[in-house]
C-alpha cells in the first residue's frame, strides 16, 4: 500500500506538537477575543476610543494571530534530495549532503543542524518540549542524514 511503508514513515515531515496546541489555542483564543475588546470598550466619555483606535486594536490582534500561526507552522519536510526547513522567520533548502551532523539535548530547545559550510541550523520542527517524542524525532533525522549521506566507497 503506497504511503505507508517504513519509507514512508521515515521521510514524514517533523512537527512540534505542544507548540502547535499552544499557538493554536492562544490564535482562537485572540480571534475571538480581539473583537470582542474592541466592541466593549467605551464610546462617550473622555476615556473614549474611537474608531481608529479600535481598528488598531483589530490590526495588533491579527499581527498575533499571523505570529502564532507561524509559530504552530514550524516544521522540516525530508524529501529523497534534501530538508526544507520552516522556521519561525526563515525557510531554508538544504540538500542532504550539506548536512554532515544533527545535535539534540544538552539543553537546546530545538533540533541543531551542523553544516557542510560550518553554519549551524535550528530545526524548530523538532523541540525540547515534546519530551521523548522529540528525541525520537531527533534519532530519525539523523538516521535520515546518514542514509542519504554517501560512505567513502560509494563514491
Do not use: K
Request: aromatic content about 6%; overall charge negative.
Amino acid at each position: 500500500m503506497p504511503g505507508h511503508g517504513p519509507r514512508d514513515s521515515l521521510h514524514a515531515p517533523f512537527r512540534p506538537r505542544l507548540a502547535r496546541a499552544v499557538s493554536g489555542s492562544f490564535a482562537a483564543a485572540v480571534v475571538v477575543l480581539t473583537p470582542v475588546l474592541a466592541i466593549a470598550l467605551p464610546t462617550d466619555g473622555s476615556g473614549a476610543f474611537a474608531l481608529p483606535d479600535r481598528l488598531g486594536i483589530l490590526l495588533v490582534g491579527a499581527a498575533i494571530v499571523v505570529f502564532l500561526w507561524r509559530q504552530a507552522s514550524v516544521a522540516a519536510f525530508p524529501d529523497d534530495d534534501g530538508l526544507t526547513v520552516r522556521n519561525l522567520v526563515f525557510t531554508r533548502r538544504l540538500a542532504w549532503a550539506e548536512i554532515v551532523s544533527v545535535r539534540f539535548g544538552s539543553g537546546r530547545p530545538w533540533v541543531q543542524l551542523d553544516l557542510a559550510d560550518g553554519d549551524t541550523l535550528a530545526v524548530m520542527g523538532v523541540q525540547e518540549s515534546d519530551g521523548a517524542r522529540a528525541v525520537e524525532e531527533s534519532r530519525r533525522l539523523a538516521t535520515l542524514v546518514a542514509l542519504h549521506t554517501p560512505l567513502d566507497h560509494d563514491s
